[in-house]
């Protein structure tokens, strides 16, 4: 008995480990980010663990108006919110129609929808590079949202219909005979109870297309419609080979600071969303 205990006691310090040991792995990179920004521009190539003494040069550096930074982040909260509305809006119209339709083809469609999110992004730049400039879409909105939602549609098709099978159709059925409309009883019974994993799929499509640079790189060269990853690429120091790490740093810091913060305040919504699918 003695020795049972103490297995499961050192197999579960092991897994203690071993999670410490990830989380730690995943948080470095950001840590030490924020620790470089803090630092002053004299200390960016310090290697101390904390930034002592601790200034705000570099975000006051990063939020200059000659850097346009902060026109920057407007710009990729516009693109990533219409990319969020629009995926949204058509996913779980085509999400439901594959879960609730029988008709042939069906898997056929699912398959190449999977399919097409497994093209590198940087095989379709010139084309839509060509495309966009033919169209007078260059240094425009649309021009980034467009491919980001093409990016951003297959996963979140993908998770909704897996979604909406696992909800019975009864309720749906039940709802008609109480006198509702198909349409009524899809906006008053399924979407509320979709609620989980329409919430995920769009704070997944929201990190994606706010985290997007390859696109918004090749079709926006306007430094006011530019968003906020090409911006930070193109900081430039004091002087003209000065490479400027702290302020690239400060403006990394703010720029994933809303997503982990996000993540971490809705994580219980997305996790429910993710695991309700995969349920019967």
Known sequence: ?????????????????????????????FYWMVVSSLRRPS???????????????????????????????????????????????????????????????????????IAASMFPPITLVVPLLQFFTDAGWINTYQAMIVPSMSFALPLAVWNLTAFFRQMPAELEKAAQVDGCTPAQAFRKIVLPLAAPGIFTTAIL???????????AVSVVNDREMM??????????????????????????????????????????????????????
């Open 43 to 113: 200390d960016q190539f310090s290697n101390s663990p904390l930034p002592l003494p601790v200034s705000f040069d570099n975000y006051a550096a990063a939020f200059d108006p000659r850097n346009g930074f902060g026109r920057a982040l407007v710009n990729s909260l516009i693109v990533s919110g219409a990319t969020t509305a629009v995926t949204l809006v058509v996913a779980i119209f085509a999400g439901y129609a594959l879960a609730r339709l029988n008709f042939r083809g069906k898997t056929l469609i699912l398959t190449l929808i």
């Open 227 to 280: 968003t906020a990853n090409v911006i930070v690429s193109l900081f430039t120091g004091q002087y003209k080979y000065d490479q400027p790490f702290g302020t690239q740093m400060a403006a990394g810091v703010v720029v994933t600071l809303p997503l982990v913060v996000a993540v971490l305040f809705f994580q219980r919504r997305i996790v429910d969303g993710l695991t309700a699918g995969g349920l019967k």
């Open 1 to 29: 008995m003695t020795t049972t205990i103490s297995r499961l006691r050192t197999g579960s310090l092991a897994r203690r480990i071993g999670i410490a040991a990830i989380v730690l792995y995943c948080l470095a990179p």
């Open 205 to 215: 499509v929201f990190i994606s297309a706010w985290n997007e640079f390859l696109i």
